[in-house]
């Protein structure tokens, strides 16, 4: 790994130094990763000039030696002849469990249980769909290393709109395995709205209508000056062209009258037909021939264009009622969206494209590529947060799209932050305790619209701890729930009375505890070649030379908010911190001293809102107090 | 003037403490003040930026939440102003309200085609201006706080029914 440049103290940031960031679309059938070069984002390339990797994972038998794994191309090459090892939509999996993964049993490899989780049973053991979606997240890494010889300073990587906490904590997680520091977590319909956004110079409502190989989005923003509002967002996680393939094998399978069960290796051919011929049906042809081996008998069906519209118009009236049901959430009706964006492959489709332009009444926008829009709206993004575009004048405002409750007594769900709320946001509930000397108290947390426990997502238990022990009911326990810009929640507590902040352990229910993944990191292909401590030093340099460079920026734009003694403190803080970076050998040092500089500089973080907030209004003020 | 995370809504929005408000300037303002306060403009400042600003955010979209709904604003005011309108406790309504309510509901139940439904929907929507209007006056003209308090328990029973209708229009498939 190359050696990392730590500004000398004294030095001033160059105001050209470029960080490399880039957007990741960590697509169900394939993912891409764009960066902005020159002003414009792009897709990167591959050696052989492909910008689309392949969202497929193989894994060999280790008994074989060598890298124990193929991704992208290469294994969905091999997927036919080896269906039980060969991992493809693994995104279909991501913070599931095993009876929630809709089509299970449709799916050539074999999953289990474990801790709550759906995981995968390979001849390498069990991989987590984490660990999957790992392999390909740093197969982009290192392709955007490779185009810039650079390291790489983060990623914003997209999720689905409808993808709720567990599923965005799983994709988060899987990016911390692949060495990769997540800038921000942004909506797919979104991402696709900046790229189409920023294209177009547009103003006015959109509904995005993102249709991919698992997921389905349904956003409505509005555009007004570098401003993406989202007013409200649908969708269903677990429809995509994926059962526009399965639709169409059926269909085949039934023409032919063919009832025997199929083999894993048969399943993977079939599909791959399906695929290839809903494709082909895409150009319009009179008709296309589905042609394969079932049972050792060859089938040659004939498609025809309408024959596939009619099996796959159940799924397509699925989306349009999810459409219906995100305008009423917005307050709009179809002819109030100034345009109608598609995203996604499957878009392709003319079904899909002439009910959607029926339904709006317009033409929808498809100028710009639906394989890659995404990606490249998620490198603007990524471009602007890590700082190199000049003017800020790009600014998201998401919303969470699924409500968030908590169980109460009767295995009910009293909702504590609504669907279509803007992010991030925090609401406070209060309990009180049911015992004499209850010290810890059990919030289950729960995701989705209906009333009942047992209806909606269970998230997570959150057990708090250290509650003073005092008379049963007499605490006043005020918990906080938080959910950031990533759509993420997060939970604290603190006992009103006292002011006793408690302890919260979480229990995900489809995920993995932070010592699991340390332990995962630990043993992963991208440590395991460096000594942890060497790794730890190198980690806290990194981050000592990120602070610095930040601190410094702010000094320069706001140095004037400080008194000269407050100053110097500061500067002495990073003169010190420079120092300890250049010359100790002890990662935890460092740390000291990176937490030292942070701590200084509270109150100087403090000023800058205040003044922030002051200069949105000034100059503004519509009426007198 | 200082302003903290303790402000009120209306001093963080720059706005007079009054039901009458400008909804295209909130919402303009919304925007203006999240462009300051947003986490993705201190994506790579320090930590203690970062939690500064993730506080603010949080706190300007709850004020914006408040401000825009009428409903949300005008208790907020009752608070501010010392009637806080506590719902629960305060469950005294004029008869003459209450018969309307129970009528409502009897019209509900018997409904059973979207025609009827949707004269329904209208005839709340019509009520529900109404009490708008006179919530404006009781807040803004008149100054009685504890007035505007009993006014706005009335109308949240108006608004609960009023998506108790639009549940019902969901459920025919509109």
């Keep these: ?625 | 003037m200082t302003l903290s995370l303790q402000s009120t809504d209306f001093d963080i929005f720059g706005l007079a403490p009054r039901f009458a408000i400008d909804r295209a300037a909130l919402d303009a303002r919304w925007k203006d003040l999240q462009r300051e306060a947003h986490p993705d403009r201190f994506a790579t400042a320090p930590a203690a930026a970062q939690r500064e600003a993730m506080q603010w955010s949080v706190r300007i979209n709850e004020a914006y939440q408040r401000l825009k709904d009428p409903l949300k604003r005008a208790a907020y005011l009752c608070e501010l102003n010392g009637a806080p309108i506590h719902a629960e406790d305060n469950t005294a309504m004029s008869p003459a309200f209450l018969m309307q309510q129970m009528q409502w509901r009897e019209d509900l139940d018997e409904a059973d085609t979207p025609a009827d439904l949707e004269r329904m929907a209208e005839d709340v929507a019509v009520a529900r201006r109404a009490m708008l209007e006179a919530l404006q006056h009781a807040a803004d003209v008149q100054l009685d706080h504890a007035a505007l308090a009993q006014q706005v328990r009335s109308l949240m029973f108006v608004e609960r029914f009023a998506r108790d209708v639009d549940a019902r229009l969901d459920q025919l498939g509109q």
């Design chain 1, 1 to 625: 790994m190359s050696l990392l440049q730590i500004s000398e103290p004294g030095q001033s940031l160059d105001p050209h130094q470029r960080r490399v960031a880039v957007g990741i679309d960590l697509g169900t059938t394939h993912s891409l990763v764009a960066a902005v070069r020159h002003g414009v984002a792009e897709c990167l390339p591959a050696a052989d000039g492909r910008v689309l990797l392949p969202s497929v994972v193989r894994y060999l038998d280790p008994a074989a030696g060598g890298a124990g794994r193929e991704i992208g191309f290469e294994a969905l090459a091999a997927q036919v002849q080896d269906p039980a090892n060969t991992v493809s939509s693994v995104k279909r999996l991501m913070g599931r469990s095993p009876a929630q993964v809709v089509g299970a049993d449709k799916l050539p490899y074999t999953i289990v249980e474990d801790q709550g989780m759906a995981v995968i049973e390979t001849v390498a053991g069990r991989k987590t769909p984490m660990e999957v979606s790992a392999e390909i997240l740093a197969m982009l890494r290192f392709r955007a290393e490779d185009s810039f010889d650079d390291e790489l300073y983060g990623a914003v990587i997209t999720v689905p709109a409808y993808f709720d906490d567990a599923q965005r904590q799983a994709t988060k997680d899987a990016a911390k395995l692949a060495g990769i520091n997540v800038l921000r977590l942004i909506n797919e319909p979104t991402a696709a709205a900046i790229a189409y956004g920023l294209d177009n110079a547009a103003e006015g409502v959109y509904a995005i209508y993102d249709l991919g190989g698992g997921t389905f989005d349904i956003s409505i923003l509005r555009l007004t000056q570098g401003v993406f509002e989202v007013m409200a967002t649908g969708g269903d996680s677990a429809l995509g062209g994926d059962d526009y393939d399965q639709c169409l094998l059926a269909w085949v399978l039934q023409q032919q009258g063919a009832h025997a069960a199929l083999s894993a290796s048969e399943r993977a051919a079939l599909s791959a037909e399906a695929r290839r011929c809903k494709e082909a049906l895409s150009e319009e042809p009179d008709q296309v021939v589905f042609a394969a081996t079932v049972a050792g008998k060859q089938i040659d069906q004939v498609v025809r264009p309408a024959d596939f519209e009619a099996c796959v118009a159940a799924l397509t009236a699925r989306t349009m009622g999810a459409v219906r049901k995100v305008l009423r959430d917005a307050g709009i009706t179809a002819s109030q969206a100034n345009g109608v964006v598609m995203v996604g492959g499957s878009t392709r489709m003319p079904a899909i494209r002439r009910a959607v332009g029926e339904f709006f009444g317009q033409t929808p926008l498809t100028n710009l590529n639906p394989d890659e829009v995404v990606a490249l709206g998620a490198a603007i993004q990524a471009n602007a947060l890590a700082g190199n575009s000049r003017d800020g004048d790009l600014l998201l405002l998401d919303v969470i799209p699924l409500s968030l409750g908590i169980e109460t007594m009767g295995g009910l769900v009293e909702r504590i932050v609504p669907r279509n709320s803007a992010i991030p946001t925090a609401l406070a509930q209060d309990f009180t305790t049911y015992h004499d000397g209850q010290t810890a108290l059990a919030v289950h947390v729960v995701q989705g619209e209906r009333d009942l426990v047992a209806d909606c997502r269970s998230l997570a238990r959150f057990e708090l701890r250290g509650i003073p022990p005092m008379v049963a009911g007499a605490a006043r326990i005020r918990v906080t729930f938080t959910v950031d810009a990533d759509g993420l929640l997060s939970v604290s507590a603190k006992e009103q009375g006292s002011g006793v902040e408690a302890r919260v352990d979480v229990k995900p229910a489809y995920g993995l505890s932070d010592e699991q993944i340390a332990t995962m990191l630990k043993e992963s292909f991208a440590t395991a070649q460096q000594d942890m401590a060497v790794r730890a030093l190198v980690e806290a340099r990194v981050d000592a030379d990120r602070l610095i460079a930040a601190t410094r920026s702010a000094l320069q734009a706001d140095g004037g908010l400080l008194s000269a003694p407050e100053l110097v403190a500061v500067e002495s803080l990073i003169d010190s911190l420079a120092d300890k970076a250049r010359q100790s050998e002890s990662a935890a040092n460092i740390e000291s001293a990176t937490e030292a500089l942070g701590k200084g500089t509270e109150a100087f973080a403090a000023l800058r809102m205040n003044q922030g907030i002051r200069k949105a209004l000034s100059g503004k003020k519509l009426e007198e107090v």
